[in-house]
């Protein structure tokens, strides 16, 4: 079985300070970890991921994840926010096999305020 | 190439209607996801298909739901009778093969489907 947490059901920051949203997962084997955002009205849209190799993985809009095999986690960052990165984001995990579904977990919401 | 392309945007039904949901996915694509997604439950897999077979149809909530894939480039996704709780958004979600570089392992999702059931 393979699960998702994101404690954080909302985080709220200032634009230009540096934002973190938590991820945490539960996977048999290696994973590979996704983020995904989604802005009202619309599907989500695939941010970064982690599949293999260095553990800081660089994504779309400036936005950035650090995959932590001891504590499970792959916390998505950015080192100044903008408003316009106000969405919901998700994470998602799935088994590192050949076929399979991705477990995403219930979201986070970004509020970035002016 | 469009996406993933949903069809319709919005439906709006009363109950005991039968609901079909479409879905055409990137071309190329061998891997095809249903979700639904509500504010009490958030984003759920309903099933996802592999090279057109089913692979995990788990989450499909009762046998009024059911969803077909004829071909590589067609899904529905149908609710009979549909009821006020089946009221949602439905993704519609396609992944590249194994071995695609650069893509593989990304889900496009599409813009969705908002169904109503009154």
């Known amino acids: 079985a393979q699960s998702v947490a994101q404690p954080e059901d909302q985080v709220n920051v200032a634009e230009g300070n540096p934002l973190t949203v938590k991820c945490t997962y539960s996977?048999?084997?290696?994973?590979?970890l996704f983020w995904y955002v989604q802005y009202p009205n619309r599907g989500l849209q695939f941010l970064l991921k982690?599949?293999?190799?260095?553990?800081l993985v660089k994504g779309s809009y400036g936005f950035e994840a650090e995959f932590n095999k001891s504590q499970t986690s792959f916390h998505l960052k950015k080192p100044s926010a903008l408003v316009s990165d106000s969405a919901l984001y998700f994470c998602a995990v799935r088994q590192n096999t050949n076929a399979g579904k991705s477990t995403f977990g219930d979201g986070t919401t970004l509020t970035v305020k002016p | 190439d469009a996406g993933v392309i949903q069809s319709p945007r919005h439906e709006v039904t009363e109950m005991g209607q039968e609901v079909t949901l479409r879905c055409k996915p990137i071309s190329g694509h061998n891997s095809l996801f249903w979700y639904r997604q509500t504010m009490m439950r958030g984003l759920e897999l309903l099933i996802y298909f592999n090279n057109n077979v089913p692979i995990d149809d788990s989450g499909m909530p009762e046998d009024r739901f059911s969803a077909k894939m004829p071909n590589a480039s067609f899904s529905t996704l149908k609710i009979q009778p549909s009821e006020p709780r089946d009221s949602a958004v439905y993704f519609c979600a396609s992944s590249a093969p194994i071995g695609t570089s650069g893509a593989k392992n990304i889900q496009y999702f599409g813009a969705g489907t908002r169904l109503s059931v009154l």
């Open positions: 996977v048999s084997g290696n994973p590979y």
């Open positions: 982690y599949i293999t190799g260095d553990n």
